[in-house]
């Protein structure tokens, strides 16, 4: 039978705290109770055929009440007689709901960061409303990122690392780990002459609020023996800040971009190159590099969707970049090697060139089979030096 049972009536409200509403309530949200639950009863014809099975029911929907109300009505029933079933069920009040799903402790710790929210920064207390279980996930760090608000009001744009921060308890791993959630705060607080706008998203954070950040660092190697940035007879692998990299203009006219560790540390003796150990989707320190724009760029990627999307975004800072090794051919002549792209790219690429695109579309509709890619290691060397020699 597919009555209403209590585990039914159970997870109706489980699903109310789940969207966040019980707890809403609780902090000024909208008022949701008293409340009828969904109920499904015996018809008359299940009532007839049925009566042991209904009479079963009925004790145990009346057993499990207290949390909810039930009430009744009357059936007159040409072979049974007059008997009372249950026609609407409700919760009265935000307690019996909590109780009823064993939230009490839940809920009382809710209400504790509310208080303390109200006590310490009102403002928040309607995001924390319409949050209350993202609030509630946060309630051992609470206090924190609350006195880090405060003290943020009192020093805005405070030109330091947000390790510097004097707050017990505070640290980078703390700010660094609810830089979203922080974010979401001070936008509501900070007066608007404390917010740079320009910078966006968990990577802007620093910028955005006047914190010092981390510099970008560029690692690269100089491939023609003949230009030695080091005064030393060692390999020139090397790694600059964005703007030491941005100031160094190196008389080369080739760069390569790659983006496997072991791949740009083979990469042979180049004259007139060098090679830039890529970052995958972040090229935000290559594309303040003015002089790069000038330079041949070369980009070697895995054969993949994502090894494009990547090539794709390259050319919104440097619209002359070349792909290599990326090619039809490349990938035919490595079949044994193929693996399977976890998560495809599924979007339309505008930057790629004719035969870019044509292979794109093929891997991201499983042309040769499901998901294939071939990473950028797993070619053959002597397809590189076959390349460089005919570039």
């Not at 940035?229 to 080739?254: C, R």
């Not at 619209?319 to 495809?344: I, K, Y």
Request: aromatic share 10%; hydrophobic share 40%.
């Amino acid at each position: 039978m597919k009555w209403t049972t209590p585990a039914d009536l159970k997870a109706q409200v489980q699903k109310l705290w789940d969207r966040g509403l019980l707890l809403a309530s609780l902090s000024g949200g909208e008022l949701i109770f008293p409340r009828r639950l969904m109920l499904k009863c015996p018809d008359s014809r299940e009532l007839s055929e049925c009566f042991p099975e209904v009479r079963d029911w009925i004790a145990q929907l009346s057993a499990a009440a207290g949390p909810y109300r039930i009430e009744w009505r009357s059936v007159n029933h040409r072979v049974l007689g007059v008997n009372e079933i249950p026609s609407e069920i409700w919760i009265d009040t935000i307690e019996d709901a909590i109780g009823l799903i064993g939230k009490r402790r839940a809920a009382e710790q809710f209400a504790t960061l509310v208080e303390l929210t109200g006590e310490r920064q009102p403002e928040l207390v309607p995001w924390v409303a319409k949050r209350p279980l993202r609030v509630l996930g946060l309630a051992e760090d609470w206090p924190l990122l609350l006195a880090i608000v405060a003290w943020l009001l009192k020093h805005p744009r405070p030109a330091i690392y947000p390790r510097q921060i004097d707050l017990p308890g505070v640290h980078t791993k703390l700010i660094e780990g609810h830089r979203g959630v922080l974010a979401e705060l001070l936008d509501l607080v900070l007066p608007e002459e404390a917010i740079d706008g320009t910078y966006t998203g968990v990577g802007g954070f620093c910028r955005r609020y006047g914190f010092l950040d981390k510099p970008s660092r560029v690692r690269f190697r100089v491939l023609d023996p003949n230009i030695r940035l080091l005064g030393v007879e060692s390999d020139q692998d090397i790694t600059l800040t964005q703007a030491s990299f941005s100031s160094l203009e190196l008389p080369v006219s080739k760069v390569f971009i790659t983006e496997n560790e072991i791949n740009f540390l083979a990469f042979p003796d180049v004259p007139d190159a060098m090679v830039i150990f890529g970052a995958g989707y972040g090229f935000d320190n290559l594309a303040a590099v003015p002089w790069l724009k000038l330079k041949e760029i070369h980009y070697w990627g895995d054969i993949d969707t994502h090894g494009f999307a990547i090539l794709n975004q390259l050319r919104g800072f440097f619209p002359h970049t070349t792909s290599f090794l990326m090619d039809r051919q490349t990938l035919l002549d490595h079949q044994p090697l193929w693996g399977v792209e976890a998560q495809p790219e599924t979007g339309n690429l505008s930057r790629l060139n004719t035969e870019e695109s044509i292979l794109y579309d093929q891997l991201r509709r499983n042309h040769w089979g499901d998901r294939i890619r071939l990473e950028q290691e797993r070619i053959g060397f002597d397809f590189l030096l076959d390349f460089l020699r005919r570039l």
